[in-house]
């Protein structure tokens, strides 16, 4: 008896190989571009909020200043960039009280923590050659554990006013030296690599930064929003007046 093909009435025959390759690859490209789509549409959001959440940062590490200059290393020498300018310069940030007197540098540098990259910011005062703040920008940290290089307030207190000559250095004891930061009980890798990275930022920039007293000056003011001017007098334009 020979084969036949056998089908139920009224079902459709399955497709091919070749179809529905092509239905997947159709519907891989369609995700593809909506989630370019997404990632076109967020990035400036992203970006802008990273610039925010970075001036705060800024602004806390370098007490007492209420604005902020971000500025690039070029040619030798620091001078003012905008939010908006993309870099591949080495850029640090300016920080200045409402007078327009310069307070402190931020720095930011990032290196390996215990499970992963680290992102820290700290303030930096040339005249006393002072650390003089820190905040982490970025940790992934074990909980519980490492996160204490930023949830323990004991820890991060240890970077208000912390000499870095002739480097800073971390102990276990105590603090008795202006340039001893006290490590943190079961996280001595998490706190020893905050160390480093702020040991390595100065590295770099302490032989850049200007003589104290020679700073970049203040930003300008930002201009207030602008606003739709009401009329003035007792008849606005276009209102009455002689026919």
């Known amino acids: 008896m020979n084969e036949v093909e056998l089908t139920i009435e009224g079902q459709a025959p399955e497709p091919s190989s070749l179809r529905l390759v092509a239905t997947l690859a159709l519907a891989g490209m369609l995700s593809g571009l909506l989630l370019a789509g997404a990632f076109q549409i967020t990035k400036p959001i992203i970006e802008a909020n990273k610039i925010r959440e970075l001036r705060k940062g800024v602004i806390k ?125 079961g996280a001595t890798i998490s706190a020893k690599a905050v160390v480093k990275i702020i040991n390595q930022g100065n590295e770099f920039w302490l032989e850049h930064l200007p003589e104290p007293g020679n700073e970049p000056p203040a930003p300008p003011p930002e201009a207030p929003p602008e606003t739709t001017a009401e009329p003035q007098g007792e008849q606005a334009a276009g209102e009455g007046g002689d026919s």
């Open 61 to 185: 590490v370098v007490p007492g200043s209420t604005a902020v200059s971000r500025m690039a290393l070029r040619e030798g020498k620091i001078m003012p960039i905008t939010d908006e300018e993309k870099t591949d310069d080495p850029v640090i940030y300016g920080g200045y009280d409402e007078t327009g007197a310069f307070r402190g540098y931020a720095i930011a540098n990032e290196g390996a923590g215990f499970q992963d990259v680290i992102q820290v910011l700290y303030g930096f005062d040339p005249a006393r050659q002072r650390v003089i703040g820190m905040h982490i920008l970025s940790s992934r940290e074990t909980p519980g554990l490492g996160d204490k290089i930023f949830k323990d307030m004991a820890f991060v207190s240890n970077f208000d006013d912390l000499s870095i000559d002739p480097t800073i250095v971390v102990v276990k004891d105590g603090r008795d030296q202006p340039n001893e930061v006290d490590s943190i009980t």
